[in-house]
């Protein structure tokens, strides 16, 4: 099928265990499209059952581009994915495709849609001192001290997004200017029309898939993958890639932190706050596709409206 659109780019959002790839996949059989991954712990080589990463033969026959592109020990900042993305949808619409950007990291998308702050770039010596601040005071000490510093981007980042709140002290220790301050400057990235389409079931159901796939990693050899990444002597629990919601538990399992019971209560209820953070982001979207299930036939006549 040949859709009359021009240049424009298809944003398929969903909190996690939502269904996007699957529709993703349904929409890519029906006209030329190439699906772009926003998923910032589906980057990762190595890291599969955890991420929920499509099986090989489901890449190998619907590639999904920016999967499996850096090694854990690896950063990859939203800047490196905003021009790794660019270059895709480019290269899409050079051979007559039309781009499906799908994912649940909404740094990412935003990222791509309103431009990225010149903000300073992190170093190994930053991160280290953040990192290690992280293991001495925990999250929610450190999202204090960037309300002192920085209430502004406090009110907007959760107590628990280690990550971000770590980035917005790392921001202030370097450049002695607040992340709200720097972030009135930005740069475009794309130029594009998007249209949006937002698979959002309702929570109950979200919290079922959550905890029957985690019980299905287990079954599939997580705990195995995690102790392979924990051989590797680069990788340590305060990377951005460990962070990812299930390794973080499973981490601490295998350095006996915690009983097997426990690490799978904790990893189903991180990735239940993941959801809801996502979820709680995806609300606020305008002028999106909202569906409640995977539906191709809404899903078409939506990107084909005018």
């Known amino acids: 099928m040949t859709l009359n659109i021009n240049k424009t780019v298809i944003f398929l959002m969903g909190p996690t265990a939502s269904g996007k790839t699957d529709l993703a ?13 926003v998923d910032s712990a589906l980057i990762y080589k190595g890291m599969d059952i955890g991420t929920a990463k499509p099986e090989q033969d489901v890449l190998d026959k619907y590639p999904h581009y920016l999967v499996n592109i850096c090694t854990p020990d690896k950063s990859y900042s939203a800047h490196d994915f905003a021009r790794d993305a660019a270059k895709q949808i480019d290269i899409a619409f050079a051979k007559g495709q039309i781009p499906i950007l799908v994912g649940g990291t909404s740094f990412y998308f935003n990222a791509l849609e309103y431009g990225l702050s010149n903000l300073p770039e992190s170093n190994q010596q930053s991160r280290d001192k ?6 001495d005071k925990g999250s929610i000490e450190l999202h204090k001290q960037l309300s002192e510093i920085d209430k502004k981007a406090a009110d907007r980042i959760h107590p628990n997004d280690s990550q971000r709140v770590t980035r917005a002290l790392e ?3 370097i450049s002695g200017k607040t992340m709200s301050e720097l972030q009135g400057n930005k740069d475009p990235v794309i130029s594009y029309p998007i249209k949006k389409i937002v698979l959002m079931p309702n929570r109950a159901k ?7 796939r985690f019980i299905s990693m287990m079954e599939n050899g997580f705990i195995d993958e995690v102790k392979k990444l924990k051989q590797d002597k680069n990788l340590n629990e305060d990377l951005p890639s460990i962070r990812c919601v299930g390794y973080r538990q499973a981490w601490q399992y295998l350095n006996n932190e915690m009983n097997e019971e426990q690490m799978i209560e904790k990893a189903i209820i991180a990735t239940r706050q993941l959801c809801k953070r996502q979820s709680t982001w995806l609300k606020n979207e305008t002028d999106a596709l909202f569906l409640e299930s995977p539906d191709v036939e809404k899903a078409l006549k939506f990107i084909h409206q005018d």
Do not use: M, P, T
Request: proline content about 0%; hydrophobic content about 50%; aromatic content about 10%.
């Open 25 to 37: 996949i349904e929409l890519s059989k029906l006209f030329s499209a190439r699906l772009i991954s």
């Open 130 to 135: 953040f990192n290690k601040l992280l293991k």
């Open 171 to 173: 921001v202030f220790d």
């Open 206 to 212: 979200l919290h079922n898939r959550i905890e029957n």
